[in-house]
C-alpha cells in the first residue's frame, strides 16, 4: 500500500522514492547482521568472553529492539511488541526507557533461544516495513531520521559482533576461525614503500559533519579551529615496525609510557598487541611471531598495519619512534589529502584527543539523546573505521571513541609531528 497522497504528484513521488530507497536500505542491512552471524553456531552466539563484549545473539536482538522502541512504537499505531520482557534484556543503557539486564550478564541469557532471536528480528522487520509504507506524511518527517539512525545503529554492532567473537575465540585452546583464509591483499613480492611525512599547513580549519548525508550528533556542529602546521605520516604502521619496537624491549621500557599505561603494562603482562602469539607458544608453536585473526592463526603480516593496539600501546610507541599521536582536527584535516593512503576501511587510529563535545553541541531529542554524548568523559577519539567497519558506513568526520586500555578492536596508529 503506498504512502498517503502529498499535496502535489512531485511531492508524492519524492515522498514515495524516497519510502522505497529506505526500504530496501533497511532490508540490506538487516539482511546483513544475519549473514555475519551465519557462520557461527548457536554456542558461539550465546557467548561472553568480557564484560565489554556481547554475545552474537545478543547483539542481533538489541538492534531490533532499538527499532522497536526508538521507531516502531512511538510510531506505529496498534504495534505489539514481540515480547515485552525483551525490553529488559536487550536494552542497552537507556535510562530512559527502563531498567535493563546487567551488561556483564549477557552471557547468562541462553533463553530466548536463537531461533526466538530470529523470530523477533523478523516481527520487527515486517512491522518496520509497513510502517515505511503506512505512515501519515506527519509522522513520516520525524520517523525517517530515527530509521536512518537504527541503521547506523545496527552496522556499528555488526562491526561489534566482529571484534567480540574474535575476543571469544581468542579465549578458546582451539583458536578456532571465524571464516576461511583468503588471498592476501598485497602481493608476495610486493615491497612496502617507505613512510614520507606530508606537511600540513595548519591554519583556521573547518571540522564537523558538512552537512550532506547522515552523521552521528557528536559529529556536529560544524565549527572551526586553529590548527599550527603540523606533519603527518602518509601510510599506518605496519607489524614490521611495531615488531622492532617490541624487540627493542618497548614494553620493558618505563620512560615510553604515560603512567597509566605503564600500569596496564604490569598489571595485564602485556608483551606485544593483543592477538599476537609470541614464538614458540604452544597455542601455534613457531619460531615466528604469529597472530590470531578471523581467518585464524597466520604468520604475522608485517607489511600489514598493525592492529589490536590500546591508546597506551601507540602513544608508547610514537614515543619510541620520535612522533607523536595526530589529533583529531589534524586527522581531519588531512583526510582527502591525494598523496595520504589508508585512512578508511584498514584499522581505527588513535588520535591524541580525548572525547569531548565540539562546541555548541546538542544531543538528539528524546531517548536518542542518551546515544553519544553522556559517554562524552574519560575516552579517547578514534578516526578511520577499520576492515571491520561495514561498507560505506565511515566517512571524514566520523568520531569513534573507546577508553586508553581498549585493544580487542581493530585499533591501530599513524604518526604525526610537530613542522
Known amino acids: 500500500m503506498p504512502p498517503s497522497a502529498p499535496s502535489t504528484t512531485a511531492a508524492y513521488s519524492a515522498d514515495y522514492s524516497l519510502r522505497e530507497r529506505l526500504a530496501q536500505r533497511y532490508r540490506e542491512v538487516r539482511a546483513h547482521s544475519l549473514a555475519l552471524a551465519a557462520p557461527l553456531s548457536p554456542e558461539d552466539q550465546c557467548i561472553q568472553s568480557m564484560p565489554d563484549a556481547s554475545p552474537t545473539k545478543w547483539h542481533l536482538a538489541h538492534s531490533s529492539w532499538f527499532f522497536e522502541a526508538i521507531v516502531l512504537q512511538p510510531f506505529a499505531v496498534g504495534y505489539r511488541p514481540f515480547d515485552k520482557r525483551f525490553a529488559h534484556l536487550f536494552n542497552s543503557y537507556y535510562e530512559s526507557l527502563g531498567p535493563r539486564h546487567p551488561r ?101 580549519t573547518p571540522i564537523g559533519h558538512t552537512g550532506e548525508g547522515f552523521a552521528f550528533d557528536n559529529e556536529t556542529p560544524r565549527h572551526q579551529v586553529l590548527l599550527p602546521p603540523f606533519r603527518i605520516a602518509d601510510r599506518l604502521v605496519t607489524c614490521g615496525e611495531y615488531a622492532l619496537f617490541v624487540a627493542d624491549g618497548g614494553y620493558q621500557r618505563p620512560a615510553l609510557w604515560l603512567s597509566d599505561g605503564w600500569a596496564m603494562v604490569q598489571a595485564q603482562g602485556w608483551q606485544a598487541p593483543a592477538y599476537w602469539i609470541s614464538p614458540g607458544d604452544p597455542r601455534a608453536p613457531s619460531a615466528e611471531w604469529q597472530e590470531f585473526s578471523l581467518r585464524g592463526v597466520r604468520s604475522l603480516d608485517t607489511r600489514a598495519p598493525v592492529s589490536h593496539l590500546s591508546f597506551y600501546e601507540a602513544a608508547a610507541y610514537a614515543e619510541w619512534a620520535g612522533a607523536r599521536l595526530p589529533t583529531e582536527f589534524e586527522w581531519e584535516a588531512a583526510y582527502g589529502t591525494s598523496a595520504i593512503t589508508q585512512m578508511i576501511g584498514e584499522q581505527w587510529q588513535w588520535t591524541r584527543s580525548s572525547y569531548d563535545p565540539y562546541p555548541g553541541f546538542r544531543p538528539l531529542c528524546g531517548a536518542a539523546s542518551e546515544y553519544n554524548g553522556k559517554f562524552m568523559v574519560g575516552q579517547l577519539v578514534l578516526r578511520g573505521g577499520s576492515s571491520a567497519t561495514p561498507a560505506g558506513h565511515s566517512r571524514g568526520s566520523y568520531r569513534n571513541f573507546f577508553p586508553p586500555a581498549a585493544r580487542w578492536q581493530f585499533s591501530g596508529l599513524r604518526l604525526a609531528k610537530d613542522a
Not at 522487520?125 to 505512515?135: E, G, H, P, Q, W
Not at 506524511?137 to 545496527?154: D, Q, Y
Not at 579465549?171 to 613512510?195: D, H, I, K, Q, V
Request: charge should be negative.
Open 104 to 204: 556483564p550478564q549477557r552471557g547468562l541469557l541462553t533463553r530466548p533461544s536463537l531461533g526466538e532471536v530470529h523470530a523477533f528480528r523478523e516481527h520487527v522487520d515486517a512491522a518496520v516495513l509497513s510502517l515505511i509504507a503506512d505512515v501519515d506524511a506527519a509522522a513520516w518527517e520525524s520517523a525517517a531520521p530515527l530509521l536512518v539512525l537504527g541503521l547506523n545503529h545496527e552496522q556499528q554492532h555488526q562491526e561489534l559482533m566482529l571484534t567480540d567473537i574474535l575476543h571469544a575465540f581468542s579465549c578458546n585452546p582451539l583458536l578456532p576461525a571465524y571464516r576461511r583464509a583468503g588471498p592476501s591483499s598485497m602481493p608476495p613480492t610486493a615491497e612496502l614503500p617507505a613512510m614520507r611525512w606530508l606537511p600540513m599547513p595548519g591554519g583556521v
